[in-house]
């Protein structure tokens, strides 16, 4: 049975419909925004999620993300309050907070915030000196950013942040400090240099003073050794003598042992390098009844 023409343009219209009805389903994604306009004028924005666009009377005018985006303008000649020119650059983070006002709020909104940025940055130095220019970048930072902010909230752009990259004076001024870091680094390089040497005699001062202590109170402990071994040895010395009077008393000895005793140690004394020798009388006549016994022996032995 053969197809008529009418089913099969039945067929295609069909088809060019469903396609015509997918291609008008629109997902917004996470941190985007779509602006959407009807026959020319603003109708709504989508957020995040599913919608259906009616073909041919709605279309999207503009994606818009609403994340924090970071724009990086190219140097600027600024002049001081002192007739100083220097070349800026500054990073600027904004957000889009309203999709509406910053589709039709103005025409090209980074050519916009770039010309604004750079008319703030000439006003704001233009009350600086430049040494006050140099050393005052969060007060710029801080200024610029709430007049940017105040003067791009009609956009439906939030400024949250500037930052002045780099700040490049003349190439005389340049040098110059330059020159002068040069110096303030060897200062602070001679600075360390003569504390190290300090320290270190400090140190090697200690050291000898340590070592200084430490042999003193070595030779102390040597003398205190010694002085105690020489007590020692005179403690024993008394106690020997000690020991043998008291051995002596003990065996009652009569005067011929005493004088023998004493005849004894006048001997030891002899052996001396004494030249002259004083002999108690009384040690003198033991002595010589001493050397009389000794005689008689001898002669009665060799008479036997």
Same mark, same amino acid.
């Given at each position: 049975m053969p197809i008529r023409i009418e089913s099969?343009?039945?067929i295609i219209l069909v088809v060019l419909v469903l396609l015509l009805i997918v291609s008008n389903i629109v997902i917004v994604q996470q941190s985007k925004a779509y602006v959407v306009e009807r026959l020319g004028a603003f109708r709504t924005v989508w957020s995040v999620g599913l919608h259906f666009k009616l073909p041919f009377i709605e279309r999207i005018a503009k994606r818009v993300s609403l994340k924090e985006q970071v724009a990086d303008f190219a140097p600027q000649p600024v002049i001081t309050k002192d007739n100083v020119t220097m070349q800026i650059d500054t990073v600027i983070y904004f957000q889009i907070t309203d999709s509406k006002l910053y589709t039709y709020g103005v025409e090209r909104p980074m050519n916009a915030i770039e010309n604004l940025t750079a008319t703030t940055l000439r006003n704001i130095i233009g009350d600086m000196e430049l040494d006050q220019s140099l050393t005052s970048r969060d007060i710029i930072n801080t200024r610029m950013r709430a007049i940017l902010d105040e003067a791009t909230d009609p956009w439906g752009i939030k400024v949250n942040r500037v930052e002045l990259k780099n700040i490049l004076p003349p190439k005389e001024i340049q040098n110059?400090?330059?020159k002068q870091m040069k110096a303030e680094r060897e200062r602070r390089e001679a600075i360390l240099q003569a504390e190290g040497q300090k320290q270190s005699q400090i140190l090697v001062a200690e050291g000898d003073k340590q070592s200084a202590i430490l042999r003193a109170d070595a030779a102390k402990q040597a003398a205190?050794?010694?002085?105690?071994?020489?007590?020692?040895?005179?403690?024993?010395? *008394? *106690?020997?003598t000690a020991d043998a009077l008291r051995l002596l008393n003990?065996?009652?000895p009569n005067d011929q042992v005493i004088k023998l005793r004493a005849l004894e140690t006048m001997v030891k004394v002899a052996d001396g390098k004494a030249t002259k020798i004083i002999i108690p009388s009384e040690i003198q006549g033991l002595a010589g009844l001493a050397a009389s016994a000794k005689a008689l022996l001898e002669s009665g032995e060799s008479a036997k």
């Amino acid at each position: 049975m053969p197809i008529r023409i009418e089913s099969i343009a039945l067929i295609i219209l069909v088809v060019l419909v469903l396609l015509l009805i997918v291609s008008n389903i629109v997902i917004v994604q996470q941190s985007k925004a779509y602006v959407v306009e009807r026959l020319g004028a603003f109708r709504t924005v989508w957020s995040v999620g599913l919608h259906f666009k009616l073909p041919f009377i709605e279309r999207i005018a503009k994606r818009v993300s609403l994340k924090e985006q970071v724009a990086d303008f190219a140097p600027q000649p600024v002049i001081t309050k002192d007739n100083v020119t220097m070349q800026i650059d500054t990073v600027i983070y904004f957000q889009i907070t309203d999709s509406k006002l910053y589709t039709y709020g103005v025409e090209r909104p980074m050519n916009a915030i770039e010309n604004l940025t750079a008319t703030t940055l000439r006003n704001i130095i233009g009350d600086m000196e430049l040494d006050q220019s140099l050393t005052s970048r969060d007060i710029i930072n801080t200024r610029m950013r709430a007049i940017l902010d105040e003067a791009t909230d009609p956009w439906g752009i939030k400024v949250n942040r500037v930052e002045l990259k780099n700040i490049l004076p003349p190439k005389e001024i340049q040098n110059a400090m330059e020159k002068q870091m040069k110096a303030e680094r060897e200062r602070r390089e001679a600075i360390l240099q003569a504390e190290g040497q300090k320290q270190s005699q400090i140190l090697v001062a200690e050291g000898d003073k340590q070592s200084a202590i430490l042999r003193a109170d070595a030779a102390k402990q040597a003398a205190i050794l010694h002085a105690e071994g020489e007590a020692e040895a005179i403690l024993k010395v *008394q *106690q020997a003598t000690a020991d043998a009077l008291r051995l002596l008393n003990e065996s009652s000895p009569n005067d011929q042992v005493i004088k023998l005793r004493a005849l004894e140690t006048m001997v030891k004394v002899a052996d001396g390098k004494a030249t002259k020798i004083i002999i108690p009388s009384e040690i003198q006549g033991l002595a010589g009844l001493a050397a009389s016994a000794k005689a008689l022996l001898e002669s009665g032995e060799s008479a036997k």
